[in-house]
């Protein structure tokens, strides 16, 4: 089998060498791709092509020529810009959403409505495409006390959701988002949102447009500094484990949140085919729907969360993953099986990550790091994944704000973390950061 795979950060780096590892693959482009993940099996080269929308021309005729068997798409924006539409219109099989069921992540305000038609649990919210009607209504809200959620409905890149207690930060946010020329987030609505309180998780699933196999389950630290705090990042860490969430609030998230996607998305005319990554949070002291709501749905895989999960996962990937493009799930027979044990993955960035005022990051260190560590197999206790480095004559150096990260299976999330911790000591370069509580969470519940 010949794979492509669009993206170039740790998350492709883990699909492209969990893929690279079973006997049936015989090639995998990754496009653009890292230079960190070439390390991982020769079968892995990087391609460079304009991926230009709509039409996607030269992807397309590029695959044709490579007589690619299957595209997996990594980041949400080419699937919001219909990269699969165009590939399936030229023939070719691709792992992802079309541009209308990519909607699920790139229009919250689909979202929303979707989950309301299908009677999915989620938070209260309130729409608009006005500012002043927005302050209007922003009246009516206990902000103080309840709290408020405000989000952009466009795909954002992590700057367009705020959660505060601040009347004065919803209002401002609120004009940033529909008025200010000045504001880098781009959007014509926005939607005011009950906040929730609970633990989040999130579940990830892989569906054909029909049936779905679960692929697990991961808790994301999103914030930068150790406790949740400092500024929002695309992740810091990410961990698995068997003992969270529990066997009943699992059975509800796949009976009633999966399913109910994967019918719901069927019979308004827009079969859901690729990676689900639902975003959840579970109040254990209610009762109604166990607890659990809906915070936002993505349509592709998590980084960090590819990085935690994908070495778990057991059985023919590729297989599952080309019947999931082909809506032959059911009839393939490939289950994928997940392993019990607790994964754990911590991100390195450059110092000054994530620079959201502009300061510029500390970059082009050189990397010291063992190649031992490169993953080759799945189970294997210790695997690291590059995200923003390039290649020189004396090695790899950092040119991005999440460089690389590094992944630990064990028995215990506790083991994981205390080997994570060990291994991540030991790679290094000038004015590295990584949080020191990764994996914490999971006793915080009990
Ligand atoms: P999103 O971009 O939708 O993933 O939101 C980013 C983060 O904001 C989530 O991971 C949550 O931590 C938080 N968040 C979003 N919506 C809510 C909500 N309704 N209540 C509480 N927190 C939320
Ligand atoms: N880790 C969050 C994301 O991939 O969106």
Redesign the pocket.
């Known amino acids: 089998m010949r794979i492509v795979i669009l993206g170039s950060g740790g998350r492709e780096h883990a699909l492209s060498y969990r893929l690279a590892m079973e006997h049936n693959v015989s090639q995998i482009n990754v496009i653009p791709g890292n230079p960190g993940m070439m390390y991982s099996s020769d079968k892995i080269k990087s391609i460079s092509i304009p991926i230009i929308k709509p039409e996607f021309h030269d992807l397309c005729s590029k695959m044709k020529e490579l007589q690619i068997d299957l595209v997996i798409v990594g980041p949400e924006q080419p699937l919001a810009d219909g990269v699969s539409n165009a590939l399936e219109k030229n023939g070719i099989s691709v792992l992802g959403p079309s541009k209308d069921a990519a909607r699920l992540e790139s229009s919250k305000v689909f979202a929303k409505k979707f989950m309301k038609t299908v009677s999915i649990p989620t ?1 209260k919210y309130e729409e608009f495409n006005n500012c002043e009607k927005a302050l209007d209504a922003l009246q009516l809200w206990d902000v103080e006390n309840k709290g408020i ?1 405000i ?1 952009a409905s466009s795909l954002a890149g ?1 700057k ?2 705020v ?1 505060t207690h601040s009347r004065s930060l919803a209002q401002k946010t609120i004009f940033d988002f529909l008025e200010n020329p000045e504001c880098t987030v781009n959007t014509k609505e926005l939607i005011l ?4 309180y609970g633990k ?1 998780v999130s579940a990830f699933g892989l569906l054909d447009g029909n049936n779905f196999i679960m692929l697990g389950y991961a808790c994301d630290h ?1 914030r930068l500094l150790d406790d949740d705090k400092g500024p929002n990042t695309g992740g810091m860490g990410c961990y698995s484990s068997h003992e969270w969430p529990s066997i009943d609030q699992r059975t509800f998230i796949e009976e009633q949140i999966i399913q109910q996607t994967l019918i719901g998305m069927k019979e308004q005319g827009m079969p859901y085919k690729g990676f689900l990554f639902v ?1 959840l ?1 579970i109040d254990e002291s209610k009762k109604n729907n166990n607890g659990i709501k809906v ?2 749905y993505n349509v592709r895989f998590g980084d960090p969360e590819a990085q935690t999960l994908l070495p778990l996962v057991l059985g023919r990937m590729s297989d599952a993953f080309l019947a999931a493009a082909k809506g032959e799930l059911k009839e393939s027979h490939t289950p994928l099986a997940l392993s019990s044990k607790s994964s754990i993955h911590i991100v390195m960035t450059s110092g000054g990550y994530p620079s959201i005022d502009g300061t510029p990051m500390s970059l082009g260190h050189q990397i010291t790091y063992s190649k031992n560590l490169l993953p080759t197999r799945p189970l294997q206790e210790k695997q690291l994944f590059f995200a923003g480095v390039k290649s020189t004559e004396t090695g790899l150096i950092n040119t991005g704000g999440r460089v690389l990260g590094m992944t630990v299976l064990a028995d215990t999330l506790d083991n994981a973390k205390e080997n994570a911790y060990l291994e991540i000591e030991k790679i290094s370069f000038k004015d590295a950061f990584y949080r020191k509580d990764i994996g914490r969470g999971i006793h915080d519940y009990d």
């Open positions: 938070a959620v989000k992590g367009g959701v959660v949102e009950e906040m929730l989040e999103k975003g949070m915070i936002e």
